[in-house]
Every structure is written in C-alpha cells, then in structure tokens.
C-alpha cells in the first residue's frame, strides 16, 4: 500500500528552511547600509563599509543559500547523505551567523581584534561541512559531471577559505604584506569562480536537462569547462607572487570563453526546452545568465578601459548569482513544502493535497522579479549617479522582504497541512 | 548495452512524452492531450512493469542482503500511479490548472526517483545481474 515518498534520504524540511529565510535577511542589512552608510565609501572597493556588504552577501546570503540547498539536494541528486542533519545545520547557521556579526562589526566600528574569532568560527564551520562533503562525494562508487563539479566547488570553497583567513587575520595583525591585493583578489576569484560558479554547473548539468527536458550538455563541452577553469585557477594563484599582467589576462580570457559558452549554451537549451509551459524559474535563469554574459563582456573591456569593480560585483553578485539561486528556489521550497507535508498527510492516509504550484502564488513570484529587476537596474544607474544608491537601497529592503514572504509562505502552507 | 544505459534512455523518451502531453493541455488542445495521456501513462506503467516483474525481482533474488532500495522505488512507483489517476481526472473536466500543478507535482517525483535509479539502482543491477539477459526480457514486457 502506498504510503507516500520515500524521506528517508532527505533531511526534515525544517532542518532546510532555516537556511533559506535567513539569507534574504542578510540582503536586507544590505539595503539598509546603503541608505544609512557613506555612498563614496559603499562605492570604494578596499573600504570597510564595501568589504562588510560583500561579505553580507557572498556569506551572508550566497553561501547559506548553497549550504541549505546542499542538505537537501545532495542525496537526491548525486547520493551523498548527511547524518545527524539537525546538529550540523544547526551548528552551522548559529556560526556562520556569527561570524558575520563578528565580521561586520569588526570593520565597520573597527574592532578588529573580533576577527580572531571571527577567523578560528569560520575556519571550522565551513572546513567542517566541507571535508566532509567532499569525502561523501568520495565514498561514492560511481561518480559524474555533477558530483565531479560539486567536490571541486567545496575544494575551492577551502583554498578561497584560507586566503580569506589570511586577509582577515592581516587586518587583526594589523600587518599587510606586499601580496595584500593580490590575494584579496585571489580569494575572490576563488569564491566566486571556484566555490560558486563550480556549484552552479553541478547543479545545471543535471536540472536543466531534469527539469525542462533539454539535451545534455556535451562531455565535450564539460571537459574543455574543467580544463580551462583549472588553468584560470592556477595562473590567478601564481599571480599572487609574480604579479604579471599577462598571467592575469590569459586567466581571465579562459574564464571569459567558459563564461560565455556556458551562457549561450544554457540560454538556447532552455528556450529549446520540451516543456514550454511557462515557469518563472526558465525565465529568471535566463535573466541570471543575460547579466553572466554582460558581466563576461565588461571583464574583456575592463582590460583596455577601467571599469569600477562596484559594477563587476553588482552584475556578477547582484544580477548572476542572486538571479539564479531565486530562480532554484522557487522550484526548491515550493517543491519540498509539498513534498514532505503529502507524504506526512499520506501516511494519515489523505491523498488530496494542494499542488507545488499552489505554494506560492504565481503572481507573487512575478511581482517580486519586477522589483528585483528595478532594484538591479538602480544599482548600476547609482554607480553613475550616486544620489539614486540610497533609494537602490531601498528597493533591495523591498525586493528582499518580498522574497523572504514568499518563501516564508510556502513554508506556512506546509506547516498547516501538517497539522491536519 | 547496459542495464543503465537501456533504462535511462526510457527515462528519456518518457521525459518527452510527459512534455508533450503538458504543451498540449497548456494549448488547451484536449482531444489531443487525452491521446497523450494515454500513450504517455501506458509508457510510464510498462517502464514500472519492466523493472517491478523483473529487474527488481532479479535483484531480489540475487543481491544477497546488502543496501536493497527496490522497496523505496515500489514506494514511489506507487506515488506516481495515484498522480496519473489525479491528473487523468483533472484531464477530464479539462481543469488545466490542476492538471499543470499536478504534472509540476509528477515532474518532480518522476525525475528524483529517475535520478535515484540511474545513479544507484541501475548500476547495482548492472553488477549483480545479466545486463543482456534483463534487457532482452524487459523488452518482451507490452
């Protein structure tokens, strides 16, 4: 007799949805800083203020997002299990939680002695989850593109993890060395391009194809991703020491042809798709990788004309990363919301239960594109007319609360189902 | 060919089929979707037949008590039959919003439980039994 889906793989949808409504939160401080805090100094790259928003985001939100998501996605989808999902979760958000408080703090009112702790929090949250994912991964008797993907993006997650403890420990020490920059530089290639981008092909080699029904993405086409990325990786750390420029150019043009091949690629597979009812997530990746492609572009013009690096993160943080992982999360929670309150109504032995797209309202789901979108748009105009930062700020306050009532909707649908 | 290689391609053609039948609802081209049905439902209960009657029959015989996940995947197999019977009677009174939202519903299942399979079940069945023999059975299934 059926009793509903097997759960036994997956950790209890409240373990997960914690991770999933503190992210937005992180991206609502953001907002406020921008209102209340000095635009010159938000728009200065190495200031205080532009590290804490960074940091507000790649930790924050980004990196939350990726660890909730890794619970619950990576036994279904590659078969690495986590046990005792309660303990770790909870350790892991109350750290890195912490950490940003520690963080934050630390350099906005300048008590930097906090970043010791800061330091030794993070060093042992995010090596922790991540040795022992990647040794999950190993235990695997047969591996693939994506699983292959995702061990990287964690062995990139702990180099980008010890460069970012260096940096912050130089700040405690209150001692720099000559590397300074160029590390700093390296620490963010590692995260947004090691840890981040690394995760995201994972992930896209097996949903896109799963989801909408497209072709594959060529094996071909992996190989020669992994090939060059390594290779960027690798003439970006001899950087640190030798600092030559033709070292950084050739790095950043292998990335550039990953980048652009990996954007048109997926952006014809899904207007390709089999399944061409409309479905906001196609629609928000699509977004997502129209500002990858953008962001691609500015890095070539960079090399002949300079261009801010507010407007590399807001294209590449704003517009790539955060477009994307809202678009998974809008099939992930609405997904997970329904799958774990019918199998809890089906062992009750009811059947007829709302469906995943009765857990957020579609509506809802556009409205806050809408203002995603505007609040993109608001952001590269105040990197050119200052004045308008304050009310991006604003509209991110806004766009953000929105997500997090989405999310927090679909998770009060589940919770009264259960109880039925 | 292998146990896996077979099955996943079956995945495949059923993953076009269920597409199909979507587009032709969300056209609201009824007469047409109600053929899809049938000939994508029909499709997807010979796949579960082939792997209930033998493959997972032979591997039960066989494994010998390791990790057996053939009960997990009856479980779910079971899942999307009652799916295919909500859908079918959404279908009827053409309620396309139902019917969409329950196909987001098989979607999900369908591809979580075909990703389960092709990472583990299928490989396992590939080890333990004889991929020509299975293969050349399962074909025999209508």
Not at chain 1, 179 to 189: D, L, R, S
């Amino acid at each position: 007799m059926f009793r509903g889906l097997s759960t036994d793989q997956a950790p209890p949808f409240e373990v997960v949805y914690r991770f999933f409504l503190v992210a937005p939160i992180s991206l609502i401080i953001i907002g406020f800083i921008l209102i209340f805090g000095d635009t010159e100094l938000i728009l200065s790259r190495h200031s205080n203020l532009a590290i804490s928003i960074i940091h507000l985001f790649t930790i924050g939100y980004m990196s939350i997002i990726m660890i909730g998501a890794s619970m619950q996605f990576l036994p279904v989808i590659i078969g690495a299990v986590y046990k005792n999902t309660q303990t770790i979760t909870k350790y892991l958000l109350i750290s890195l939680i912490l950490f940003l408080i520690l963080f934050i703090y630390g350099f906005i009112f300048n008590q930097h002695q906090l970043f010791f702790y800061a330091s030794y929090i993070i060093f042992i949250a995010i090596s922790y989850f991540a040795l022992i994912t990647i040794h999950k991964i190993k235990k695997l008797k047969l591996t693939d593109n994506t699983s292959n993907f995702i061990k990287l993006a964690f062995i990139f997650l702990i180099i980008g993890l010890f460069f970012g403890i260096k940096l912050l420990l130089s700040f405690y020490n209150n001692s720099f060395t000559q590397y300074h920059f160029n590390i700093a530089f390296t620490h963010a290639f590692f995260m947004l391009f090691g840890w981040g981008f690394f995760f995201i092909l994972g992930v896209a080699f097996k949903v896109i194809p799963m989801f909408w029904v497209t072709n594959d993405y060529t094996t071909s086409q992996i190989q020669l991703f992994k090939y060059l990325l390594f290779s960027s990786f690798i003439l970006i750390t001899f950087n640190i020491i030798f600092t030559n420029q033709t070292l950084k150019i050739i790095a950043l043009s292998n990335l550039s042809i990953v980048l652009i091949s990996f954007s048109y690629t997926t952006y014809i597979k899904l207007n390709n798709r089999k399944r061409k009812v409309y479905d906001i997530s196609v629609k928000l990746w699509q977004q997502s990788i129209i500002f990858l492609f953008i962001g691609t572009i500015l890095i070539w013009i960079n090399l002949f004309i300079y261009i801010p690096s507010s407007l590399f993160a807001i294209i590449f943080g704003y517009g790539f990363i955060l477009t994307l992982t809202i678009a998974m999360l809008y099939k992930i929670i609405p997904f997970l919301a329904w799958w774990h309150s019918s199998t809890i109504l089906a062992q009750k032995g009811i059947f007829n239960v709302p469906t995943i797209k009765d857990m957020i309202k579609l509506q809802d789901l556009k409205n806050q594109n809408n203002l995603h979108i505007i609040t993109i748009v608001l952001l590269i105009l105040s990197i050119f007319f200052n004045s308008i930062l304050q009310i991006a700020g604003l509209f991110i306050i806004v766009s953000n609360i929105y997500l997090f009532k989405n999310f927090l909707n679909a998770i009060k649908t589940y919770k009264k189902l259960i109880i039925i | 060919m292998t146990i896996n290689q077979f099955m996943t391609n079956e995945h495949r053609n059923c993953d076009e089929e269920f597409a199909n039948l979507e587009n032709l609802v969300n056209e609201d081209n009824w007469d047409s979707a109600i053929l899809a049905f049938d000939k994508f439902k029909n499709m997807m209960l010979r796949h579960f037949n082939q792997e209930e009657t033998i493959m997972f029959e032979e591997y039960n015989n066989c494994e010998g008590g390791h990790c057996n996940p053939t009960g997990v995947m009856i479980m779910e197999h079971d899942q999307m039959r009652a799916l295919f019977q909500q859908m079918e009677n959404s279908l009827k009174s053409q309620d396309k919003d139902n019917f969409l939202g329950l196909s987001e519903n098989l979607l999900f299942v369908m591809q979580q439980h075909n990703m389960k399979e092709e990472q583990m079940m299928y490989n396992m069945a590939d080890e333990f039994l004889d991929a020509n023999d299975i293969i050349n059975r399962m074909k025999q299934i209508s």
